[in-house]
């Protein structure tokens, strides 16, 4: 039984298994062996009897704690003699989050995502946004740090811890406010506890004070 990819902290997926008892005249009793986590039993607890020609619907849950393919087996004991014992293999695979920040790539030499503001007017501000997405099955948690105090950068929105769901996106605002003439740059550090990106993910600030 194959449950697929299940996002991490998101509702589990359910499937049913279906015991027939094809006999036309005799009773089938069924007892059921212990799944073990991240697998349960929802429904159709044994032991049970089924009757002639009808079937009970046992249903299975996959709840991924962790990332990565998991594997379980659901044992059937049953009063066939044909078939006294039945075994249905369990395969998810547990998946996490992943931050996509909404900049184009880095073009090399650059190194990291860029919001540029141009040259603004010494003094004067002007105020930007871009967005990070969880582009991942499961929930992803993280931070948006501040920038130092006494840079021409600051943040307006978006800063501290979030959670996003899979497809949220969070909005962080970002004001350049130059005091003085010429280039100016600022690193934000965004962490996340997405699996295959890095933990720390960094997009630069660039302006010029004019």
């Known amino acids: 039984m194959l449950f697929g990819a299940v996002g991490i902290g998101v509702a589990p997926r359910t499937k049913v298994v279906n015991i027939r008892n094809l006999n036309k005249h005799k009773t089938l009793t069924v007892s059921l062996g212990a799944v073990a986590p991240p697998f349960a039993v929802l429904s159709g607890f044994g032991p049970f009897a089924i009757a002639p020609r009808h079937k009970t619907a046992v249903t299975i849950q996959f709840t991924p704690t962790v990332i ?17 014992t039945f075994k249905v293999a369990l395969i998810g695979h547990g ?16 190194t990291m995502p860029t919001l540029g503001f141009g040259t603004v007017v010494k003094n004067t501000t002007l105020t930007k946004t871009l967005t990070v997405t969880n582009t991942g099955r499961g929930v992803l948690n993280g931070n948006v740090g501040a920038f130092a105090i006494g840079i021409p950068f600051s943040l307006t929105q978006g800063v501290g811890a979030f959670t996003l769901q899979p497809h949220q996106s969070l909005t962080i605002g970002v004001r350049f406010a130059p005091t003085a003439t010429g280039k100016a740059t600022a690193t934000l550090m965004i962490t996340d506890t997405a699996p295959g990106t890095p933990a720390i993910v960094k997009v630069e600030m660039a302006g010029r004070g004019k």
């Open 68 to 84: 990565g393919k998991a594997a379980g087996s659901l044992n059937i004991a049953s009063g066939d003699p044909h078939h006294p």
């Open 95 to 110: 998946a996490g989050g992943h931050l996509t920040v909404g900049l184009p790539a880095p073009i090399p030499p650059a």
